[in-house]
């Protein structure tokens, strides 16, 4: 096993747990959890290492089945591909160690193909990521978001209908770029990213070039929730299952954004890019969905509610710095995709932790028993809402700080407004939250209602990842610059 | 140019960490009360001694300095403990020893809930200011200036009633808008000066950067610090956060929270745009007249507040303002009288605000009409009270009127008779909120058929210390003096810095 194999080992890590899982739990399904951990275990491992290799010796690639592209597929590992595999990979485990204990609660006799279906999922998108053909990126996203669809569906009585919505619209988001490509494929000739881009600097007619990509575009839009087209999350996200939404949530928005960076600033010229009146809608749709999803999250009743309609405003930031199309927009919006994957997944978790120990994650239902109960639940919600709304030195503060130079650099005074008004709207629905779970003491005489399943902190299985996560942010903040300069700066793509 | 130079040391950084060491182990020992106070106490006394260490460095133009490692590309999170930072440090250090005695008297005499979570987040609070006070850049002063907002929240809200959660919502509204204008004049900064650093005569000299853009990012920065300096109408969150229990009004609403913003405007004024720039751009301008209104409005809504704390607090924002307004001046007298005015409020208003304190917890009163005859059953008490009112009214031989003397002598440096005269103004206003709280407690006879009792000796103790302090400091004002002329002479010095002009174009 050598290293220019890595591409093509990550994603088959996932593929091989995932009939693995299938297997082994027909027979014995205690093993399922097992396999899964160790299954994702194996696919950090190998991201993680081949993040270090190409940060010390420069991209890999692999062709898959030995046919040397532009007609094979090829998988790649450079800067960009090998960071996001590594967030995606680290940021899904994380969730599965958690999720053993939520969905032996909350969705038993499901377990073995819900946690099948989350390694296609994981294996979709790390697919997504690491693939270096356009068309088989649309295999891979198909991959994932039919696994999410699954994941999703398992959950409250109301969940096989949200997902139904979600199916629908991410259908569509699919045969967009599906419809998109074929335009880009009829005027070049070409799917694979590389030598699409060195054809489309020479293809004369840019209408259907154009128009392809407005299709691609807006099918990734659909996938990433980029405002307004976020109908879908909320529900999908709010009655899935607590392993189910924090495996996707976190994860499945980032990829599509990913493939918007991709798109943009390899396939094609990024100066080419910069002049397209679509990378300027994806930025102001992006400020207009962080100032609409941060609003419409103080309004929410429901924690995971309110967390989903917070992710659509936190992907906005990530689309705001696409859209500026500039290096520190770049440095922003890459940034942000990990840090905002640990944040929200560390939220996402402590709302899983509450509904495994309080039965609900209805807000206006917390009270400050919780702070004696859950103590370090609790303090690691606590740092990632502070993380959320961007108080130094937490990861969330360098988002902002970067966006903000970013933005001035181009003397975007509307980005800059919602950024600064966004914090406070964070600061509004978060410390709404955590007034009930520190201060607000319990309505008298309901005290010991149906609520309390079982008092006390979560386990080690449940509480370690949170805190890892949570921990993560504070390293994250303070390792910034050095993320910066030596993974994020190097990946920046020629011409940007 | 820098007036000194600078050499390694990790004091600063220490100083910073002690007490958040200390919050780590006060949480840990929550269960043993007094184990968890000799930590309060033992913090504030190593964290006294590590910025006592610096002064005769800062004194003699040498200024430890540590750099950690990078935040942001070509920004490191870096300390610095140059004469003006030591100066903060040591008013908020000093007190800081005081009212932890005072603050465990205080809390157990009254029986506060919470005790762990309280002293935990003033240890927080303080290793924010210390921070505030040795940071050696733009960015590193706004990551310690937030840590700051945060970390007093849980104090604001210490007694979690509605009118607390209430107070606590409307804090962090004041506080996180201004952490976010900050952030971006910060970022702003960066931009348009291509550094971050404060350097004593200001950092945009040179830059090539427009009048309009200079003037911008001075009314956003202005906003950031100016909240927690009380400017109004930026001053709105301070009576409300008198909620809190009384040592927190004390250290945190007199010294630690609110001089970090009047320090965030010495160190804007006069480290990042620098003197030359605030004169030439008319910035100076906008800010001594916003520092002049808010001292004469706040003393006239003080002399209408019934509410003891309340009143002190509005005090509080009219003192605030001397400090800006000296520091508008921009004149040696004008600069060295506010940096003295810095601590000179510093121990006078602790003490006035202790002795509230300790009328709270001994006769539970909390409004001015209710102290009739107090000064019999409190004659400690109210004397200190009546030494710190005289103080702050300009009365010699206490402290107040060696800085109100030098901020007179500014005005006139600077030939602004319009500043003289709002200063003059605000010591008869001082007099006129103060001295009928004094005639009330000593000439007037009781109400209450039973007489109260002095408060304990853990509270009367650091009262007097505080009292007897602001009497020291204006016989002996050579130390600070000394710091302060350091300060004044670098910034007035910098690139270009006139030393006599006056205010505006």
């Not at chain 2, 919050?23 to 968890?36: C, F, H, K, N």
């Not at chain 2, 009163?365 to 008490?381: F, I, Y």
Request: proline letters at 6%; glycine letters at 10%; a positive charge.
């Amino acid at each position: 096993m050598t290293a220019a194999n890595l591409p093509a080992l990550i994603p088959l890590a996932y593929l091989v747990t995932a009939l693995l899982i299938q297997l082994a739990g027909a027979w014995r399904r205690s093993l399922a959890p097992t396999l899964a951990v160790t299954g994702a275990s194996a696919g950090a491992v190998l991201a993680l290492a081949g993040l270090v290799r190409v940060a010390a010796s420069g991209p890999l690639s692999y062709e898959l089945g030995g046919w040397p592209p532009p007609v094979g597929i090829e998988f790649v590992l450079d800067g960009l591909s090998a960071f996001m595999v590594a967030v995606v990979t680290v940021v899904g485990l994380v969730a599965l160690v958690h999720g053993g204990r939520t969905t032996a609660t909350e969705i038993p006799g499901r377990v073995v193909p819900f946690l099948s279906a989350s390694m296609i999922f994981l294996t979709g998108l790390t697919g997504m990521v690491l693939t270096g053909d356009l068309f088989n990126l649309y295999v891979f996203l198909e991959i994932s978001s039919l696994a999410a669809y699954a994941l999703l569906a398992v959950g409250s009585r109301q969940a096989p209908l949200s997902t139904f919505r979600y199916l629908t619209m991410g259908t569509a988001g699919a045969s967009f770029y599906l419809f998109g490509l074929a335009f880009l494929y009829l005027e070049a000739g070409t799917l694979n990213m590389a030598d699409l881009g060195r054809i489309l600097s020479l293809v004369e007619s840019h209408a259907p070039v154009i128009m392809g990509l407005t299709f691609m575009g807006v099918g990734m839009a659909l996938k990433m929730a980029l405002f307004p087209l976020h109908g879908w999350l909320p529900d999908a996200y709010t009655d899935a299952s607590s392993a189910g939404t924090s495996l996707v949530a976190p994860l499945g928005t980032k990829v599509a954004a990913y493939v918007l960076l991709r798109l943009f600033f390899y396939v094609l010229e990024p100066e080419y890019a910069r002049g397209l009146p679509l990378l300027t809608a994806v930025g102001y749709l992006g400020i207009a969905g962080v100032v609409w999803g941060s609003v419409m999250a103080i309004l929410q009743p429901e924690l995971k509610r309110m967390l989903a309609y917070s992710s659509v405003s936190q992907v906005g930031y990530i689309a705001a710095g696409i859209g500026l199309a500039s290096p520190l927009g770049f440095i922003a919006a890459v940034l942000h995709i990990l840090n905002h994957a640990f944040m929200k997944a560390c939220l996402f978790l402590v709302a899983g932790s509450l509904r495994l120990r309080r039965g609900h994650s209805h807000i206006p239902r917390f009270d400050r028993s919780l702070r004696r109960a859950m103590p370090w639940s609790m303090a690691a919600f606590a740092l990632a809402a502070l993380s959320m709304i961007g108080i130094p030195p937490t990861a969330g503060f360098f988002s902002k700080w970067y966006l903000a130079l970013a933005a001035l650099e181009q003397a975007n005074w509307v980005l800059l407004a919602a950024l600064v008004a966004s914090s406070l709207l964070n600061a509004v629905y978060f410390f709404r939250v955590l007034e009930r779970m520190y201060l607000v003491p319990a309505p008298e005489g309901v005290g010991t209602a149906p609520a309390a399943i079982e008092p006390g902190e979560v386990p080690a299985s449940m509480l370690v990842p949170t805190l890892v996560l949570a921990g993560g942010l504070l390293v994250l903040g303070l390792g910034n610059a050095w993320l910066v300069t030596h993974l994020i700066r190097p990946m920046l793509p020629a011409g940007l | 140019m820098i007036p000194y130079e600078t050499y390694p040391s990790v004091q600063p950084l220490l100083a910073v960490l002690v007490s958040l060491a200390a919050a780590g182990l006060i949480v840990a020992s929550g269960r043993r009360p007094a184990l968890r106070e000799t930590w309060t106490l033992a913090a504030a006394a190593l964290k006294f001694a590590l910025v006592l260490g610096l002064v005769p460095g800062a004194l003699a133009g040498r200024a430890a300095e540590v750099t950690l490692f990078e935040i942001s590309p070509g920004v490191a999170l870096a300390l610095r403990a140059d004469p003006l930072g030591v100066f903060f440090a040591l008013v908020a250090s000093g007190l800081w020893v005081v009212t932890s005695v005072y603050s465990i008297g205080y809390v157990r005499a009254g029986g506060e809930a919470n005790q762990t979570r309280y002293f935990a987040s003033f240890a927080v609070c303080l290793s924010a200011t210390i921070g505030v006070a040795f940071s050696a850049n733009l960015l590193t002063f706004l990551v310690f200036y937030e840590m700051l907002s945060l970390a007093t929240y849980p104090l604001v809200i210490h007694k979690e009633t509605p009118e607390a959660l209430a107070a606590g919502r409307k804090y962090l509204a004041y506080a996180l808008t201004a952490g976010g204008l900050l952030l971006v004049a910060t970022a702003w900064t960066w931009q348009a000066a291509g550094t971050l650093e404060f350097r004593p005569g200001g950092i945009f000299a040179g830059s090539g950067a427009g009048p309009g853009t200079i003037r911008a990012i001075f009314l956003l920065a202005l906003v950031g610090v100016g909240v927690k300096a009380g400017i109004m109408p930026l001053h709105g969150w301070l009576p409300s956060a008198m909620v809190a229990p009384t040592p927190v009004s004390a250290l945190l609403h007199a010294v630690a929270v609110v001089k970090s913003g009047v320090f965030g405007v010495v160190r804007l004024v006069g480290f990042v745009f620098g003197p030359e720039l605030m004169r030439d751009l008319g910035l100076a301008a906008v800010l001594a007249g916003f520092a002049g209104a808010t001292v004469v409005l706040a003393s006239l809504i003080a002399l209408r507040q019934d509410n003891l704390k309340r009143r002190l607090a509005y005090s509080t924002v009219g003192h605030l303002s001397y400090i800006v307004l000296g520091a508008a001046l921009l004149s040696p007298s004008g600069l060295s009288g506010a940096l003295l005015h810095l601590v000179n409020h510093a121990t006078m208003k602790i003490t006035l605000f202790f002795c509230a304190g300790a009328i709270y917890v001994s006769l539970k009163k909390k409004n001015v009409s209710e102290l009739d005859g107090v000064g019999r059953d409190m004659p400690w008490t109210m004397g200190a009270f009546t030494v710190a009112a005289l103080g702050l009214a300009g009365v010699p031989p206490v402290n107040g009127f060696v800085s109100k003397y030098l901020l007179c002598l500014g005005t006139l440096e600077a030939g602004e008779v319009a500043a003289l005269v709002v200063l003059l103004l605000s010591g008869l206003l001082n007099a006129a909120y103060f001295f009928p709280i004094v005639h009330r407690a000593f000439f007037r006879p009781s109400r209450d058929p039973v007489r109260g009792r002095e408060a304990p000796a853990v509270m009367v103790i650091p009262i007097a210390v505080v009292a007897v302090l602001s009497v020291a400091l204006g016989l002996f004002p050579n130390l600070f003096f000394d710091l302060a002329s350091a300060v004044t002479a670098g910034v007035l010095a910098g690139p270009g810095g006139g030393v006599t002009a006056g205010i505006g174009p």
